[in-house]
Structures are given as C-alpha cells and as structure tokens.
C-alpha cells in the first residue's frame, strides 16, 4: 500500500486534487447549457465517478506487500471486521453524492463561480473547523484560522459580484427591448421574463451574426438551447441549492475522517483503522447507489419542472457521454488525492482544494462567458474574489502538520 509521506507529498496531492475538482464541474455545466437533461449527465458522471475510486482501490492500495498489521493492504482489509468505520465512510459518501447533485442544478441558477464561492466557503467553515479538532489539532491554528477567515471575506466577495452581475444582465435583457426589435418583454407577478421570435432562436442578433458573449441575445440564446430554464423564475432557488450542497460538502470530509482515523474508538481492539483506499472504495460505493438511485426516479418524476425521460432514453443518449465520463474521472481521482493528502497532512489543511472556485471561475469565463461585457464594478469585486481565494488556499496549506502514525489498540 502507498502511503503519502511529508509535507510535500500532502500539498503536491491538493494541488491535482484541485485542479480536478475546480474543472469537472465546468463539464456537467457544459452539458446542460446544451441542452441534456441532468439526469442523463449524473448518470453517466456517476459510473465513472465509481471506476476512479476501483482503479485507486487497485493500484495505490495494492503496491507492495504489507507486512505491517497496522497497515494491511486493499484486499486484505476487505475481510476486517471494520464495519463503524465502512458505515463512517459510506456516510461521507451519501453527503457527497447528494451535494454533487444539488450544485449540478445551482449551476443553471446562480451561475457557476457562486455556486463553488458560496458551497466552498460552507465547507470550509464547517468541515474545517471539524476537521481541525478531530485530528487532535495538528495543524497550526494561528495559521489554519485565518485561511478560514479569508474563506469568509471572499464569500461576501462572492455574493456581491453575484448580485452586481446579476444586475448587469438585467440591464443588458432591458436595453434588448429597445436594441432589437425582435425581442419581447412581459411581466408577471412582479418577474420580467424575456423571450425570443423566430430570428433570434438561432443566436443571431439583430445584424443576422453570432450572438456575442455577455450581450441580450447570448443570454436569451442560452435560455433557448440549456435544459434547465432560468429566466423568470426565482434565483432563491439556486441559492436554497447551493446552501444546502456547502452543507453537505461541510459533512462528507468528517465522515471520512472518522472512517480512516476512528477517533470515536468505534474498532475493536487490535482492529486497524481503515486505510484511506479502502475507506474511499466504500465511500465511492455508497455515492454511487443513492446517485443512481436518485437519478433514475429523477428520469420519470423530474424535479424543477424537466421533462420526463426513460431508462431506455437515457441508454440511447450519447450526446456529451464522453464530456460526462471525464467529469466522473476528474472527481473521482480528485477526491482520492485530497484523502490521501489529508491522510498525511491532516484534513483541514486538505479543505484547502474548496478552492476549486479559482479553476471553476476560469472555466466560467473561458467556456461560458461568465462576466463578459460586464461593468467595472463587477469586474473588481470579481478580481478581489479571486485574490482572497487565492491568500485562503496558500494560508491553509501552509497550516498543514504531519499526521503521527497511530497503532492500533
């Protein structure tokens, strides 16, 4: 079994882990502004969200023979009496599983940046501060606590480039009305909603060109091609969501910290804690089924008004798979390297990857035109975000100790 020993190993396994975790969603939101249903995309994100963590299970937890009791390989664990700790992991799992899924809908709502700014910094706040006392502190707190602080100014930083965004586009929908001839503004219940005739669906404007990032007729283009429709309706929606997925994303790192750690003392005695392999082969199982389980209802009894599927529907859908299966792998791979950096450096300096709003931003822009054509004091409040993302992710890493190898009882 490979074990990541040192500081350097830890940081080197955070870095990659947070490149794959800032990138896949960039994936899944590709998707859906393309018009697959989100219950065809999960799907398929899931299946190869569960290879990364057999591959990981087989090759890192399977190299070299062990002659440690305390540190038994993949396979050899499999027939410990182990169950508190697999029970641990299983429960990060279904967190995860379900934060996954609740940011896959916030991101049509909010947006992707905020969805990760806001989800990111509910973990970090609540997951680290678990994390910190369930690791008998062995990171530095002078350190640790004010990367969770920076954590906090880019949240605010995060909302309030959300909402001067967000005013932006409703003063670009607005000034459609008088730029283009063709588009329709009407209001029910207080809500202006916007929508297109026939010569703008195909995402030409006005001079019959491609609609250009950040104008009226990329907005309504969008709303016209992406699966889940936006305009109209509340974006408290999305927040809900997206609070709800930092909520369970706080949770997961914990579970698996008491899974791989038993600071509960749940084991029997002379019992060895599981090893970070096998503890993310269960976690990995568990995310899988309630995904599945979820995704397939979703495809008959579809949430936020979606249009219904069908098992055989979705098993002819091959538009994107491919985009899909990445996105699993990229998770997958990057929430094995964040345990096993955690493992060695302890998890609440791994935290440090919810920083994954500084590669998802990037993506935002470059693939989505998040923010193009905005104003200055969007622009800057975006610039500021970035920049206290980037203090917070140097911060907790330099927080990070060196776990000390217990034995078991």
């Known amino acids: 079994m490979y074990l990541v020993d040192g500081k350097a190993g830890a940081i080197a396994c955070m870095l990659l882990s947070l490149l794959f975790l800032g990138t896949w969603p960039a994936f899944i939101t590709l998707l859906e502004r393309r018009g697959r249903l989100p219950q065809h995309t999960y799907l398929d994100y899931t299946i190869t969200n569960l290879v990364a963590a057999v591959i990981i299970a087989f090759t890192f937890g399977e190299i070299g023979h062990s002659s440690n009791p305390d540190r038994p390989n993949f396979i050899d664990q499999l027939s410990q009496h182990n169950l508190?700790?697999?029970?641990?992991?299983?429960?990060?799992?279904?967190?995860?599983?379900?934060?996954?899924?609740?940011?896959?809908?916030?991101?049509?709502?909010?947006?992707?940046?905020?969805?990760?700014?806001i989800s990111a910094s509910i973990c970090v706040v609540i997951g680290t501060t678990l994390n910190y006392f369930l690791d008998d502190k062995i990171n530095r707190a002078e350190i640790l606590f004010p990367g969770v602080g920076c954590f906090l100014i880019a949240v605010f930083l995060g909302?309030?480039?959300?909402?001067?965004?967000?005013?932006?586009?409703?003063?670009?929908?607005?000034?459609?009305?008088?730029?283009?001839g063709n588009v329709m503004k009407t209001e029910s219940g207080g809500k202006?909603?916007?929508?297109?005739?026939?010569?703008?669906?195909?995402?030409?404007?006005?001079?019959?060109?491609?609609?250009?990032?950040?104008?009226?007729?990329?907005?309504?283009?969008?709303?016209?091609?992406?699966?889940?429709?936006?305009?109209?309706?509340?974006?408290?929606?999305?927040?809900?969501?997206?609070?709800?997925?930092?909520?369970c994303?706080?949770?997961?790192?914990?579970?698996?910290?008491?899974?791989?750690?038993?600071?509960?003392?749940t084991l029997k005695d002379g019992i060895p804690h599981l090893s970070v392999y096998t503890a993310f082969f269960y976690f990995s199982i568990s995310s899988f089924t309630i995904a599945t389980v979820l995704n397939l209802s979703f495809l008959y009894y579809p949430v936020l008004n979606l249009p219904k599927s069908s098992f055989k529907a979705y098993l002819m859908d091959w538009n994107g798979r491919g985009w899909a299966f990445l996105a699993g792998i990229l998770c997958g791979f990057g929430n094995g390297l964040q345990f096993m950096g955690g493992q060695a450096a302890g998890y609440a300096a791994a935290d440090a990857v919810q920083a994954l709003p500084l590669v998802s931003t990037f993506w935002g822009v470059v693939l989505f035109g998040e923010y193009r054509r905005s104003s200055r004091r969007t622009y800057i409040l975006l610039v500021s975000m970035l920049a206290m993302f980037a203090v917070a992710v140097a911060i907790l890493m330099a927080s990070s100790g060196q776990r000390k190898q217990v034995k078991s009882a």
């Open 159 to 180: 909302s309030a480039v959300h909402k001067s965004n967000a005013k932006d586009n409703e003063a670009k929908l607005t000034g459609a009305s008088h730029d283009y």
């Open 84 to 117: 508190s700790s697999v029970l641990f992991a299983m429960l990060g799992g279904i967190f995860l599983s379900l934060g996954n899924l609740s940011s896959q809908y916030a991101f049509a709502f909010v947006g992707l940046s905020v969805t990760e700014v």
């Open 249 to 265: 994303f706080s949770l997961f790192s914990p579970s698996f910290n008491l899974a791989t750690n038993d600071q509960w003392h």
């Open 192 to 247: 202006q909603t916007y929508a297109l005739r026939d010569d703008l669906e195909t995402g030409t404007d006005a001079s019959g060109k491609k609609a250009k990032f950040g104008t009226a007729g990329f907005l309504i283009e969008l709303e016209n091609k992406r699966a889940i429709k936006v305009f109209g309706r509340s974006t408290l929606i999305g927040l809900a969501l997206t609070f709800f997925a930092g909520l």
